[in-house]
Structures are given as structure tokens and as C-alpha cells.
């Protein structure tokens, strides 16, 4: 069964929302409908305006204390996020201990079974906190209308068509940052990606000791620390000023692909909606590309390709997102654009599903054209050979493993490249040899 205590306390809402659809047909076939009610109870963030007493009775009618344990949490969670605002942590911490402990009662008592140990309960607490606390900030934001209801990320590997594709989308409406990085011989058409939000990542990975070029994962929990929860409100403040509250705007830097479980507070708060678009090029022209630009070796490439591209498919599944592949982004731009509206418009919450049609509408008519001409068959200056020379000194056997699993992925997205759900199946099922292979 779902870990329903987990999901609560990371603020999972969005999940949690999800999981009332299939616990309501669970519950027309005749299951524990006390574990339904609670599902749907729990799904209502601290902000929620949704009545959940309803649920709350309907609990009490089939185990009361149950409800009193539920209700002693909801009443601790507000209050735990009334000290977030307050930006009194300590106190959020120690309410937030209260609240853990009678949401555990409460699941115990219904059949959903918890494992906290009594050493977990202040980590628990500390990243409950923490996500509380940028959902919180992200609500003031939307509140002043100071970052945009629906963000669009451009989230793919570097050298795999994230600037292009992004370019497109700023020539059909998009918003682009206004402090985007300067065009160069790298990028002659423009990277599209705000220098402020480059330079915050980069700290942030620094923060972490890691970098870009790094294939080494981050360090466990990290997404839960302090520094992350600072990065989020500096990434707020940064998106605010460089996208002005425009909507639809799209945030492109490959550091996300390493960075988005981070952003997975603002991803569950129900607050905002998302769309992920996701390049995906052949790794080994990445490489060439990559060689070309900063000298990367192919070992280091290519776990960097494997490390992006798995962290990106599984923290996005759920969400609106789309695969892009870089040759049909080269070969045919239109199907691309159409493919990037339809899922935008899709990922929409329905109060905004109307302006995203608008939208969709006013781009096909009045900037389609403009949109995929940026988009020319020079870009593709890489092809996927490797010689015998790059064999001699990198070492064949090892990089041979990598190249055979790194091109199995590939093949894999691009085969599956409309079903959704069959490209997070089949990357399960590789995913235990690359554990090995990248060890």
C-alpha cells in the first residue's frame, strides 16, 4: 500500500489528491471506507479552504478516536503553519512533533501502519517544516501575483536541445527571463536561460559540493535540508524578478535535472501548475557535443547523461510533462510546438484551462510561423561515432557498459515516446543494472 504517512508528511497534497480517485473506487467495491475518508482528509493542505469535516465524521462513524487522533493532527498542522508564516521555526518544529504523533495514532487505529521510530520523529518534523515553509512562501507569492499560476521547465541533459526548444517557445509567447545569457559560438541562437537562476544553482550545487559535470548523486536528504529549503525562497524571489508574474514562464537551466526533487514542496502544493518538457538526444552526440564544448571525457558524459535523465523521467512522473526527441525537434518543429501547447493546456488546472486555450489559440494564428523558424537543421552539428581513439583512452570495457545502458534508455524513451506510463515501466526495469553499472 501507498506509504500514506510518508506522503503526509512531505506535503504531498497533490499526491494524496490523486490517491482519492482510486481509494473512491476501492471504496464502491466495498474497502474500508474510513481509510477512503482519511485519504481525502489528509489531502487538504494547511491552506486548503475545502471543508474537511465531512470526512472527519464519516470516520468517527466507523472508529471515533481515529477521528479525534486525525482531527488533534489537522489542528497542530495549522497551527505548525501559522508559525512557518510567522517564520518561527522553532515553535513550527515543536508543533510539528505533535502533529507527526497524532497522525501516526490516527493511521494506526484505521489499519494504515507507520514505522516511525522515536529518533525519526525530529528529522520527520524538521523536513515537514521545511516544505511547509516553501509552500508558504510560494502562496504569498501567488497571493501578489509575483510569480505565475503555471510554470513551464525545460528540463533536459545539457547540448540536447533545451535552448532550442525553449527559443521556440519565447518566438510563440512564452515568457523568457529578461536577463537571459548572451549568445555565443556554443550557442549563436541564444541559451534562453536567466543568468540569475544559472548563477543560484551553481551556488546552490556548490553549496552541496557538487557541480554541473558531476555524475555523483547529491547528498541523501539534501532536499530536505535547510539550504534547500533557502535555495527555494531565493529561487522564488529570483524567478519573480526575472519573469516580472508573466505567465507561462519557462525556466530552462540543465542543473533542474539534478535540482527538481528539490522543487518537490512547490510541485505537491496544488498551488501552482506545472509542465515539464523533456529533450531527449542521443547520448553519445551529447558527448561529442559536450567534448567539443568543455572537454568532458565519455565515462563522465555519459553517467552525467544516464544520472540526468533517469533524475528528470522519475521526479516528473504525475505530472504534466512531455518527451521531445531532438531529431524530430530538428526534422519537424511544428509537431514539436504542437505537442509542447496540447500538453501545457493539459497540465492546466481547470479555472486556467480557458486562458491556456486562449493562448494556444492566439499562438497558432499569430506567432506559429516565427516560432518554428527558429528552430534549423544547423543546429544538429554532432553525430553519435565513437572512434577507437576515444575506446584507448577511456577505457573500453567500462565505457562499453555505459554506452550499451545509456543507448538502451535512449532507445527505450524514444520507443515509448507517446505512452507515458510504459517509459517509467521500462526505466524501472533497467534501472537495477545501472545501480550496478554506475556504482
Not at 544553482?201 to 547528498?219: G, V
Not at 557535443?289 to 544516464?306: C, E, F, M, P, V
Not at 509537431?335 to 480557458?354: F, I, Q
Request: proline share 3%.
Amino acid at each position: 500500500m501507498t506509504d500514506i504517512f510518508a506522503l503526509t508528511t512531505s506535503c504531498a497534497w497533490r499526491k494524496l489528491n490523486r490517491l482519492c480517485a482510486g481509494a473512491s473506487q476501492a471504496q464502491e467495491t466495498g474497502e474500508n471506507s474510513a481509510k477512503f475518508n482519511a485519504i481525502n482528509y489528509l489531502s487538504l493542505a494547511p491552506y486548503s479552504t475545502e471543508d474537511g469535516n465531512n470526512y472527519l465524521a464519516e470516520i468517527a462513524n466507523e472508529d471515533v478516536l481515529a477521528a479525534c487522533n486525525l482531527s488533534l493532527y489537522r489542528a497542530s498542522l495549522l497551527f505548525t503553519y501559522k508559525h512557518v508564516i510567522n517564520k518561527d521555526f522553532q515553535r513550527a518544529h515543536v508543533e510539528c512533533c505533535q502533529a507527526i504523533s497524532n497522525l501516526e495514532a490516527g493511521l494506526n487505529r484505521l489499519g494504515i501502519t507507520t514505522e516511525l521510530e522515536q529518533h525519526d520523529l525530529t528529522k520527520r518534523a524538521r523536513g515537514f517544516v521545511y516544505s511547509l515553509a516553501s509552500q508558504a512562501e510560494l502562496q504569498q507569492a501567488r497571493i501578489k501575483s509575483k510569480i505565475a499560476s503555471h510554470l513551464v521547465f525545460v528540463l533536459g541533459m545539457h547540448r540536447s536541445g533545451t535552448s532550442a526548444i525553449t527559443g521556440m517557445l519565447a518566438q510563440a509567447g512564452f515568457a523568457a527571463p529578461l536577463d537571459q545569457m548572451p549568445a555565443n559560438t556554443v550557442n549563436p541562437k541564444g541559451f534562453w536561460e536567466s543568468l540569475s537562476i544559472v548563477k543560484l544553482n551553481e551556488d546552490f550545487l556548490e553549496k552541496m559540493e557538487s557541480h554541473w559535470s558531476s555524475s555523483l548523486p547529491l547528498p541523501a536528504g539534501w532536499d530536505e535540508s535547510i539550504s534547500a529549503r533557502e535555495w527555494r525562497t531565493d529561487l522564488i524571489n529570483t524567478i519573480s524578478e526575472v519573469f516580472k508574474g508573466e505567465e507561462l514562464p519557462t525556466i530552462k537551466d540543465p542543473r533542474f535535472c539534478l535540482l527538481i526533487p528539490g522543487l518537490e514542496p512547490w510541485l505537491e502544493s496544488r498551488l501552482i501548475d506545472t509542465s515539464f518538457i523533456i529533450p531527449i538526444r542521443n547520448p553519445l552526440e551529447v558527448y561529442n557535443s559536450l567534448l567539443k564544448a568543455q572537454g568532458t571525457d565519455l565515462h563522465n558524459a555519459l553517467r552525467l547523461w544516464i544520472h540526468s535523465i533517469l533524475t528528470a523521467e522519475r521526479v516528473t512522473r504525475g505530472y504534466g510533462r512531455t518527451f521531445i526527441s531532438f531529431d524530430i525537434l530538428i526534422q519537424d518543429p511544428t509537431s514539436v510546438l504542437e505537442a509542447c501547447l496540447k500538453m501545457v493546456a493539459a497540465a492546466a488546472d481547470r479555472e486556467n484551462t480557458a486562458s491556456i486555450a486562449n493562448y494556444e489559440s492566439k499562438a497558432r494564428h499569430e506567432a506559429f510561423d516565427q516560432a518554428t523558424a527558429f528552430i534549423d537543421k544547423s543546429l544538429k552539428r554532432q553525430r553519435a561515432d565513437i572512434t577507437e581513439k576515444d575506446f584507448s583512452e577511456t577505457g573500453s570495457t567500462r565505457d562499453t557498459i555505459l554506452i550499451k545502458l545509456a543507448s538502451e534508455i535512449y532507445r527505450a524513451i524514444l520507443s515509448h515516446i507517446a505512452d507515458d506510463e510504459s517509459i517509467s515501466r521500462v526505466l524501472d526495469e533497467i534501472a537495477p543494472r545501472l545501480v550496478r553499472a554506475l556504482a
